[in-house]
């Protein structure tokens, strides 16, 4: 039910726009997010957004590089990532919750109910 795209292959320093499309129900989600699982790691929590308030959650090492939105009348998440490090390099999942999540568990994995099938990220140095 959600539908990831937009990874590629990019430079270091550049940028790309990841987006997630949300089918039936699972589009009206409150929480939806994004994580990502570099080569051989956990999967650890990237950014998050809050359907009711529009509040946003950034993981403190893409705050200021990337931006999550999303578009309500499309069931679409976004990802955009600027300033792209070789560390960036990951596959990146879109993910939903339909209740709210407290703020300091955005970045829990076990709170998330649906998942994205992954779409790769490869900077280059």
């Known amino acids: 039910q959600l539908q990831a795209s937009g990874g590629g292959l990019v430079q270091a320093g550049g940028s790309l726009r990841l987006s997630c499309a949300a089918a039936g129900r699972t589009g009206t989600a409150e929480t939806m997010a994004w994580f990502r699982q570099p080569p051989g790691k956990e999967r650890e929590f990237v950014a998050a957004?809050?359907?009711?308030?529009?509040?946003?959650f950034y993981a403190d090492s893409v705050k200021g590089r990337f931006t999550i939105s999303r578009d309500n009348a499309k069931n679409t998440i976004f990802l955009q990532m600027n300033s792209l490090k070789p560390e960036d390099t990951a596959t990146y999942y879109c993910?939903?919750?339909?209740?709210?999540?407290?703020?300091?568990?955005?970045?829990?994995?076990?709170?998330?109910?649906?998942w994205g099938q992954g779409t790769l990220v490869t900077v280059s140095s």
């Open positions: 957004n809050r359907r009711s308030g529009g509040n946003t």
């Open positions: 993910a939903a919750r339909y209740g709210r999540i407290i703020n300091s568990a955005m970045g829990d994995v076990s709170m998330y109910h649906y």
